[in-house]
Nanobody, 121 residues
Framework: QVQLVESGGGLVQAGGALKLSCVAS????????MGWYRQAPGKQRESVAY???????NYADSMKGRFNISRDNAKNTVYLQMNSAKPEDTAVYSC???????????????WGQGTQVTVSS
């Protein structure tokens, strides 16, 4: 079994910064893509950013230049550095990881439970 646990959420003022972390644990052979989604009240879930095992990253347009995603493969951890936070960034942020449990197996996507980020104006 694999678990993803996020941390780092909380309250931040507009213009401030916050760093989220997500650690994957359990029986893991390797991890492919890791990333973050968010969902604000009354809105659809949207992709924030993802990063490949090789370190290539992709961002939603509204996050480019403000957010930075990174990962530590040795620790099975993905990070999301949020800078220049805006009130519209307020949402529950959830991480995911495409996990390969054993060599030669297909990957399975696992999700964290989510962490609340609130940006005050």
């Amino acid at each position: 079994q694999v678990q993803l646990v996020e941390s780092g959420g909380g309250l931040v003022q507009a213009g401030g910064a916050l760093k989220l972390s997500c650690v994957a644990s359990g029986i893991i052979f390797s991890i492919g893509d890791m990333g973050w989604y968010r969902q604000a009240p009354g809105k659809q879930r949207e992709s924030v950013a993802y990063i490949t095992a090789g370190g290539s990253s992709n961002y939603a347009d509204s996050m480019k230049g403000r957010f930075n995603i990174s990962r530590d493969n040795a620790k099975n951890t993905v990070y999301l550095q949020m800078n220049s936070a805006k009130p519209e960034d307020t949402a529950v942020y959830s991480c995911y990881a495409d996990v390969i449990l054993r060599e030669g197996y297909y990957s399975i996507t696992y999700w964290g439970q989510g962490t609340q980020v609130t940006v005050s104006s």
